[in-house]
């Protein structure tokens, strides 16, 4: 072997170890959102505080509403549904979150999807729903096919694409 691949070979075996390493340290938090999303659970807290953690009723008692959204997608044309669910503004007041001091949201998906909204943005009524049905049946989970149990719905979102499906936590900071 020459020396070019010597170091070729170290650098396969390094990324090979850390890919390695980094799978066994996740192993554990996906365990968690696999949980959460099969048991409608989601996370709510603020960054170093054990967060709240809501069932399905848990998230439905806080005020459900319907409203209408137009999903958007490059494959498809667009399509209105009638969303059921709950304001995440709400839902944050629900979880004891004050967000007078916050700055901004970031909303994690079973799928490792993360988006990061701003506190002015979770505060424009009408906007940000933390949804669990479309068009009176439930969401589903990823395995079912499905976007839920829980998708966030961006209603001012011209394009859907900062819209969240499969989500577990929601951390204030």
């Known amino acids: 072997m020459t020396l070019n691949n010597k170091g070729i070979a ?3 075996g390094v990324l090979v170890l850390v890919i390695g390493l980094t799978a066994y340290f996740n192993a554990d938090g996906l365990a968690d ?21 809501f069932n399905m009723e848990d ?11 137009v999903i ?4 498809r044309p667009p399509s209105e549904h009638t969303f ?3 304001a995440l503004q709400a839902l944050l007041v629900a ?21 990061a909204l701003t506190v ?13 049905a479309r068009d009176g049946e439930g969401l589903g989970t990823r395995e079912e096919g499905g976007s839920g149990p829980y998708q966030v719905i961006i209603r001012e979102d011209p394009f859907s694409n900062r819209w969240s499906k499969f989500v577990t936590d929601i951390e204030v900071r």
């Not at 998230?59 to 959204?69: D, I, T, Y």
């Not at 958007?72 to 494959?75: F, N, P």
């Not at 007078?100 to 993360?114: K, M, T, W």
């Not at 002015?120 to 669990?132: C, G, H, M, T």
């Open 95 to 115: 979880a004891g979150i004050d967000l007078e001091a916050a700055q901004q949201v970031i909303l994690r998906s079973v799928d490792g999807f993360v988006i």
């Open 33 to 53: 959102k696999r949980d959460a999303q099969a048991n409608a659970l989601v996370r709510i807290g603020t960054e170093g505080s054990e967060p709240t953690t």
């Open 120 to 132: 002015d943005e979770v505060r424009q009524k009408e906007n940000i729903y933390l949804a669990y």
């Open 72 to 75: 958007r997608s490059s494959a």
């Open 84 to 86: 059921t669910g709950v």
């Open 10 to 12: 170290l650098v396969i």
């Open 59 to 69: 998230v439905k008692a806080v005020g459900e509403e319907s409203f209408q959204a």
